[in-house]
T-cell receptor, first 112, second 114 residues
C-alpha cells in the first residue's frame, strides 16, 4: 500500500516570508512527484512536478526531491495571501497505471 | 481549450438510493481518472481508463460502484446503493496519456448521502 504523508497544519506564515511544505512517501519505486494547490471548495490545480533528485524552480515556487530519503518539499518564496490554500503532495508509481496517490494535504495560511 | 466537465455539481440523496456522475475529459485526452475526496483527505483514485479500457480499478468498491467509458470519451460513475460514507467530492481528471504526466481535474461533483 503506497502512502504519502504530510503534516495537515495549519501552517501559518507571514506575508513575504518563505513557506516550506514537506512530504514523505513510502514506495521507493515512485517515479514522479507532484504538488497541487486546492482552494476551499475547488478542485486541485497543478503547481509543479519533479522527477529527478535536486531542485526545480518555477517563479516563486521551488520543488525539492530526495529519493534516498523519500522526501519531497515545496518552497514558496515571497508568500502572498493568495497562496493561502491546501497543498497536496502526490506521487506516481512506475508502470502503466499512473493514477496518483495523494497525501492529506497541508493547510497553509499566509498572514497579511 | 475547454477543461474537464462534470455534472451534476451537487447531489443530495438518501442512503440506499442510486446516483450517477458524468465526466467529459479534455478533447483528445486518452486517459481518464475518477477520484473520491472525502472532507479533510486527499483525493483517492477509484478507477483509471486508457481510452475505453480499465487500467486500474483496484480501489473501486465494486460491490456498489461501477464506471464505464464508452467510445473512449465520456465516462459515467455510478453508486448503487449509496451509503452514508460515500458522501464526498467525486473528481474526474484526464491526461493526454502519451507520456504527458499532468492530470487536469474537473470541478467535481459534491455528493451528500443522508
Amino acid at each position: 500500500q503506497k502512502e504519502v504523508e504530510q503534516n495537515s497544519g495549519p501552517l501559518s506564515v507571514p506575508e513575504g516570508a518563505i513557506a516550506s511544505l514537506n512530504c514523505t512517501y513510502s514506495d521507493r519505486g515512485s517515479q514522479s512527484f507532484f504538488w497541487y494547490r486546492q482552494y476551499s471548495g475547488k478542485s486541485p490545480e497543478l503547481i509543479m512536478f519533479i522527477y529527478s533528485n535536486g531542485d526545480k524552480e518555477d517563479g516563486r515556487f521551488t520543488a525539492q526531491l530526495n529519493k534516498a530519503s523519500q522526501y519531497v518539499s515545496l518552497l514558496i518564496r515571497d508568500s502572498q495571501p493568495s497562496d493561502s490554500a491546501t497543498y497536496l503532495c502526490a506521487v506516481k508509481g512506475r508502470g502503466g497505471a499512473d493514477g496518483l496517490t495523494f497525501g492529506k494535504g497541508t493547510h497553509l495560511i499566509i498572514q497579511p | 481549450e475547454a477543461g474537464v466537465a462534470q455534472s451534476p455539481r451537487y447531489k443530495i440523496i438518501e442512503k440506499r438510493q442510486s446516483v450517477a456522475f458524468w465526466c467529459n475529459p479534455i478533447s483528445g485526452h486518452a486517459t481518464l481518472y475518477w477520484y473520491q475526496q472525502i472532507l479533510g483527505q486527499g483525493p483517492k483514485l477509484l478507477i483509471q481508463f486508457q481510452n475505453n479500457g480499465v487500467v486500474d480499478d483496484s480501489q473501486l468498491p465494486k460491490d456498489r460502484f461501477s464506471a464505464e467509458r464508452l467510445k473512449g470519451v465520456d465516462s459515467t460513475l455510478k453508486i448503487q446503493p449509496a451509503k452514508l460514507e460515500d458522501s464526498a467530492v467525486y473528481l474526474c481528471a484526464s491526461s493526454s496519456g502519451q507520456g504527458g504526466e499532468t492530470q487536469y481535474f474537473g470541478p467535481g461533483t459534491r455528493l451528500l448521502v443522508l
